[in-house]
């Protein structure tokens, strides 16, 4: 299903003309070989550009269409009309000289087993070339000697032949495609599981390009040997995929991965998502949707075309007609050694997609102070909330960042992972932010959506954006006493290095009956040292809160209770700054 969305892209993008053809695809090239008729390297001249990077300009290979990568692994495998310094002139900073001069005859071996038959003069020169150049004398050579140390750092070089690069000759362009198309010598076809149709089959399939590691694959039967054969088959025939399908599918990926805009970064997880039309104008609108990215549509906008979308209705955006029932695919990747672990494919349509982003927002909407940042909590802060931002690694677990991301995008239940990591560092920390609480609220309304019913220990009163006076939930209102008791500690004693909430709050939570006692008479003292006004104003609200409470305090609390109970709290402690901020 992966290869066969993957192919779909890319033929939409090749209809577009944003993507090369079969056996041709975009490789970053640093320096150009200029020849001349006889194969004599006369020039070498950089072919980098001015790009920016963020707020930078820096000057970066160029983008150029050339043939399709060969190269499989580590072993000694050439390009086309492109490669590195150890193929194309026999040295490199790194490999052996053995291995360079091997590497030499390799690429030697490919430009004549292609263009051997070729009639034109820019074959023949590129071939003298291969023919007369001695690798052993490569670093005097004049025109290699003022870039020599980049050059042989592993950048991609290219030729120059009279007034154009060797891959604009037609001659040569044809006999590369058929050399391609029969893949040279191998006449092995196959019923491809991805197309449906007879085609030659791909013994190994190209590397994907930014994923992270060293160029690892998604499919991946490199080595010949009985730990990669399966009822009798070899490489690539234990998985019978056409050489199209497999070049297909690598160009999208690697396009989708190369497009840093559209890419989203949750963990060790990259999140690569399209439209099957190809446009990118969906990967953009989803991009601010869901993940918050900068858009040129105000607020005010994007909330209207968004209502449009929810409703079924498709929307202009920038240029493109945004049609809500169109297929959407989400990817995640991970690097794993040699190959990419694909930690969820999902695929519903565009509207599809963000009435399930939509719901979850819905959900963790709370109140929040004035000064908070964010209108909707993105998904990084959300897992930065599980660890501690202090220690020297405080990146979330990787299996949660996957497990939430997927939970969301098919509004399904939230994994406990999330709200544990949540709890935990409430009571370590002893600090309920706006991210916490709206997880909080989030988990347990979800559990209630599954459920179809309110959790008995953490209701739907309770549950709420911002307070609720009127609950009677006794958990709830215990997390708003303590927020109170604190609130008359901190007025009696405007210094104080801890507060009561440094030293009871797990407690008071876990076993509410311990603590409140001893917490309400040590209240009634700071009362005292308060201006009438204020005291008064205090014990109204004690009065109250008490009167909810009765007489007797539970004993001990479940983790949904104490869940209650922190809600509790944070909804009492954000009304209040509320008040000082309308004062």
Known sequence: MILQAL???????????????????????????????????????????????????????QSISLPAPLRHSSDITANFLFDDSSYILGISSKGKPERNLACFGACRKLYHQILSTVDSPAAKAVLAYFDQWNPALASQHSALKQDLKEICSGVKLVFWYRDGYLQDDPMIRNAWQLYYDVDGNDT????????????????THPPILGAGGTNPKLVSFDKDSPAFCSYGKEQGANAPTSKYAAFAY??????????????????????LFWARSGQSAFQTAFSAWACGSPSLYDAADLSKMLSDLLKGEPVQYEDTLLDPNMDFYILGLSP??????????????????????????????????????????????????????????????????GETLRSILTDTRYPASLLNGVILRIRAERHISPGRA????????KLAEINRRDNPDIPKEVLTVSLN?????????????????????????????????????????????????????????????????????????LTDLLGRLGQDFPDRMNLPQQGAFQLGYYHQKQARYQKKEEK
């Not at 709206?438 to 309304?445: M, Q, S």
């Open 469 to 541: 006076p009127d609950s009677t939930s006794i958990p709830y209102n215990l997390g708003r006493l303590f927020s109170v008791l604190e609130a008359i500690q901190s007025a009696a004693n405007p210094n104080i290095n801890a507060t009561i909430k440094d030293k009871y709050f797990n407690s008071a939570s876990a076993t509410p009956s311990r603590v409140f006692p001893a917490l309400i008479d040590l209240a009634q003292k700071h009362l005292r040292k308060l201006d009438k006004g204020l005291a008064v104003s205090y014990d109204r609200q």
């Open 250 to 271: 690598t160009a999208a990926l690697n396009d989708l991965l190369a497009d840093r805009a559209h890419t989203q970064r949750i963990g060790d997880t990259t999140v």
């Open 7 to 61: 192919t779909e892209y890319y033929e939409a993008l090749v209809s577009q003309g944003k993507l090369a053809p079969p056996g041709w695809a975009d490789a970053k090239i640093s320096f150009a070989l200029g020849i001349n008729d006889a194969g004599e390297l006369t020039q070498v001249f950089s072919l980098k550009t001015e790009q920016s990077r963020g707020a930078k300009t820096v000057l970066a290979p």
């Open 188 to 203: 092995d076809t196959t019923i491809c599981l991805v197309t449906g149709k007879i085609a030659p089959m791909a013994k």
């Open 336 to 401: 794993n050694k040699g190959r990419l672990s694909v930690r969820f494919f999902l695929r519903n349509t565009f509207g599809g997609f963000l009435k399930n982003v939509q719901r979850h927002n819905a959900r963790l909407e709370i109140v929040r102070p004035s000064s908070d940042p964010f209108e909707t909590i993105p998904l990084w802060k959300l897992l930065d909330e599980t660890v501690n931002q202090k220690s020297q690694n405080s990146a979330p677990a990787p299996e949660l960042a």
């Open 438 to 445: 709206a997880i909080l609220k989030a988990y347990y309304t």
